[in-house]
C-alpha cells in the first residue's frame, strides 16, 4: 500500500530512504535514546538492518509496518522517527510510537509525530483501536499519550525484558469513535470529534 509522505506545521514525515542510517544512527546511540527503549544500545549494523527492512515495507500488500522517518522542515535534518505497526487488519488495530533524538526534547516533535501517525491510522487505514506503550518511568511518553486523547488502560507488570532487567509498561489507547480534532498539527487532514 503507498502511503504519501504526511506532513505537519513542523515535520516531513517520510518513508525511510538509505541515506537514513547515519542520521538514525548519530541520535539512536545516546543513552538517552535507548535508555526507554528495550535494546542493546544501537550499532551502524543494527540500524543498518532496520534501514534495509524498512526499504521493503512499501511493496509488501497489505502493508502493516510503518516505520518512518521524521525530518525537521526548517533544517531538513532527521530528528526522530515514527512508528505504524498494523498489529490486526481483522480486528483493525495498531500501535503507534515515536523516538526522537534528544537534541529536539521538549519542542512539540514527538506530539505531532503522534498526531500524524493517529491521522494515518485512524484515518488512511480505517482502524478502529490504537494504542501505544511506554515503560512505566517514562513521563515524557506518558503527557504525550495524553495530548493525544488515548485513555489509560493499565500498567502491564514485567511485560519487557529489557536488556538487564523486566520492565513495566503503560498502555494507553484511543478508538475512532473517540477522535479529537488536531488542526493545530495537521490542518486540512485531521479528524473532527466523532458524534454530537
Not at 516505520?67 to 533544517?75: E, S
Request: with cysteine; charged share 25%; proline share 6%.
Amino acid at each position: 500500500m503507498l502511503i504519501a509522505g504526511l506532513e505537519t506545521p513542523q515535520l516531513v514525515i517520510r518513508d525511510v530512504r538509505p541515506s537514513d542510517v547515519d542520521p538514525f544512527y548519530a541520535y539512536m546511540r545516546r543513552e538517552q535514546y535507548w535508555r526507554d527503549v528495550p535494546i542493546d544500545p544501537p550499532t551502524v549494523e543494527s540500524i543498518t538492518a532496520m534501514t534495509d527492512g524498512c526499504l521493503l515495507d512499501p511493496a509488501k500488500e497489505p502493508r502493516s509496518d510503518f516505520l518512518k522517518a521524521a525530518v525537521d522542515k526548517r533544517t531538513s535534518d532527521l530528528i526522530e522517527e515514527a512508528i505504524l505497526h498494523v498489529r490486526s487488519i481483522r480486528w483493525r488495530q495498531g500501535e503507534i510510537g515515536w523516538g526522537i533524538s534528544s537534541d529536539h526534547i521538549g519542542k512539540g516533535f514527538a506530539t505531532q509525530i503522534g498526531t500524524a501517525m493517529l491521522h494515518l491510522a485512524l484515518d488512511n487505514l480505517s482502524l478502529h483501536r490504537v494504542y501505544a506503550q511506554c515503560r512505566v518511568e517514562n513521563l515524557a511518553s506518558r503527557r504525550i499519550m495524553a495530548k493525544l486523547g488515548m485513555r489509560e488502560e493499565g500498567v502491564l507488570r514485567e511485560n519487557v525484558l529489557a536488556p538487564g532487567s523486566w520492565w513495566s509498561s503503560t498502555q494507553c489507547s484511543i478508538l475512532s469513535n473517540e477522535r479529537v480534532a488536531f488542526a493545530a498539527y495537521c490542518p486540512g487532514r485531521c479528524w473532527l470529534p466523532a458524534g454530537p
